[in-house]
């Protein structure tokens, strides 16, 4: 008798072991493929993930801002890429409150481009900013031209 009990003790530990094993294997691979990220250290590291929509981070350090860049995955038959504004080097003082936000970009697959370059692709609250100050700009020039636009529209054809 005390070897049976010995034996199912030993059998519900052995159970225990491999699923514990299985469960440790399923976070480890969802780790390796879903979570981890490449840090890219250079925009031609950084393409090549993209080209693949492979997972992969890169800061672009440009002069007048760096901006940080994560490629997510496929989602809804695109690639998925995370744009940051993450620090503001040149610019005037109403672009510094886009520092810090960010805009999320579904990119065709495949393509190989900056996100946040055609913001068609992207929605968020860095691209609502962003066309605001646009048409913001775009209002201060007509009012500041709007003698030189008249003459242009009263002339002739």
Request: charged share 30%.
């Amino acid at each position: 008798m005390e070897k049976d009990g010995a034996y199912r003790r030993r059998r519900e530990i052995l159970k225990f072991v491999v699923v514990a094993a299985v469960f440790f294997g399923v976070l480890l691979m969802g780790y390796l493929f879903v979570i981890y990220a490449e840090k890219c250290e250079t925009k031609e590291c950084f393409y090549s993930h993209l080209a693949y929509c492979k997972s992969a981070s890169w800061n672009n350090d440009a002069p007048e801002a760096t901006w940080g860049y994560a490629i997510k995955g496929e989602a809804e038959g695109k690639c998925e890429v995370e744009a940051k504004l993450l620090l503001l080097k040149k610019g005037k003082v109403e672009i510094e409150r886009l520092e810090g936000k960010s805009m999320k970009c579904l990119l065709p697959l495949g393509v190989t481009a900056l996100p946040g370059e055609n913001l068609e692709y992207c929605t968020g609250q860095l691209k609502e900013e962003m066309q605001d100050l646009i048409i913001k700009r775009m209002h201060s020039y007509i009012l500041e031209n709007l003698g030189k636009i008249n003459e242009e529209v009263t002339k002739p054809l």
